[in-house]
């Protein structure tokens, strides 16, 4: 099993950068994919970004492609999602999520396919 804790979030104005960070516990972590998501008041939970277990290969929501880095250090087990060109519409809870069975490109992209959840952190854009 794997614990992942959230930070970083918090209240910034459009344009602005925010860097997201998750702690993972146990000593497995580099056998995880990881994930982030997010999930607005009234909508439906959205891929903002995945990283294989190496860090080598990296995915990114339609949304977000351009502005938002995501990256991992499995000597430290954490991964961040830098946020940069921040917009109201970005506004949301972001949650790190860690898959140990995903196989498929196509998996990174489903939240069903996760298996653990962080807590998840606020983040709020003002225009």
């Known amino acids: 099993q794997v614990q992942l804790v959230e930070s970083g979030g918090g209240l910034v104005q459009a344009g602005g950068s925010l860097r997201l960070s998750c702690a993972a516990s146990?000593?497995?972590?580099?056998?995880?994919?990881m994930g982030w998501f997010r999930q607005a008041p009234g909508k439906k939970r959205e891929f903002v970004a995945a990283?294989?277990?190496?860090?080598?290969?990296?995915y990114y929501g339609d949304s977000v492609k351009g502005r938002f880095t995501v990256s991992r250090d499995n000597a430290k087990n954490t991964v961040s999602l830098q946020m940069n060109s921040l917009k109201p519409e970005d506004t949301a809870v972001y949650y790190c999520?860690?898959?140990?069975?995903?196989?498929?490109?196509?998996?990174?992209?489903?939240?069903?396919?996760?298996?653990?959840w962080g807590q998840g952190t606020q983040v709020t854009v003002s225009s």
């Open positions: 999520a860690a898959d140990h069975l995903g196989g498929s490109i196509r998996a990174y992209y489903q939240d069903y396919e996760y298996e653990y």
């Open positions: 146990g000593r497995t972590f580099s056998s995880y994919r």
């Open positions: 990283i294989s277990r190496s860090g080598g290969s990296t």
